[in-house]
C-alpha cells in the first residue's frame, strides 16, 4: 500500500493507493465460494466491495479503492447517457463481501451469471482491484492480448505511457 497526500488549498486528503498484480487459478465451489489468495486478503482487509467488471468479468475492490472511485464518479456528468449506464454497471451489481476463516467470498448468483462462471476462475491482480475471470474466457482474452501486445505498446507510446 503507497500513501500520499494531496494537499489543495487548507484541506488535506489523503490519497491512498494499492497495487494488485499476478495471476493466480482457483475453482469455484458448489456454494458460489472462491478463495482469494492471502497475497491479495492482506490488502483487501476484513471485507471488499464485490461487482460487475468490464469484459465480463468480476471486479473485487479494496473499501477505500471503491470510496474514492464512487466519489470520482459522483463528479460526472449524469446527462450523458455512456456515464449514466457505467454507473449503474458498477454500483447496481456492487455488494461488500466478507472473507470466511478460508479466505473464501460468496459470489452471489447475479455476479456469476454476469461473468459466466465456471468451475476454474481465475483472480488477476490488475493496479487498484482483483478481477476474477472464468478460467476459459481469460485463457482466450490473454491469448488475444498478448498476439496484440505490440500495437497496444505502440499505443501506449503515443501517449507517452511507455
Not at 489523503?14 to 456454494?31: R, S
Not at 468490464?54 to 470520482?72: G, T, Y
Amino acid at each position: 500500500m503507497i500513501a500520499r497526500r494531496k494537499i489543495t488549498g487548507k484541506t488535506e486528503r489523503k490519497v491512498i493507493f494499492i497495487m494488485f498484480i499476478g495471476e493466480y487459478t482457483h475453482n469455484l465451489d458448489a456454494k458460489r465460494r472462491i478463495a482469494i489468495p492471502a497475497k491479495f486478503r492482506k490488502e483487501l482487509g476484513e471485507s471488499a466491495v464485490l461487482t460487475r467488471g468490464l469484459d465480463n468479468c468480476l471486479f473485487i475492490f479494496p473499501k477505500i479503492q471503491w470510496e474514492q472511485l464512487a466519489e470520482k464518479l459522483s463528479f460526472l456528468p449524469i446527462g450523458q447517457q455512456g456515464t449514466r449506464a457505467f454507473i449503474r454497471l458498477l454500483m447496481s451489481g456492487a455488494v461488500e463481501v466478507e472473507f470466511d476463516v478460508l479466505g473464501r467470498i460468496l459470489i452471489p448468483d447475479y455476479l456469476k451469471k454476469y461473468a459466466d462462471l465456471k468451475k476454474g476462475v481465475v483472480v488477476t491482480g490488475v493496479l487498484n482491484r482483483l478481477e476474477i475471470w472464468d478460467e476459459e474466457k481469460w485463457n482466450g482474452y490473454r491469448a488475444n492480448l498478448e498476439k496484440n501486445s505490440d500495437s497496444i505498446a505502440e499505443k501506449l507510446g503515443e501517449l507517452g505511457m511507455i
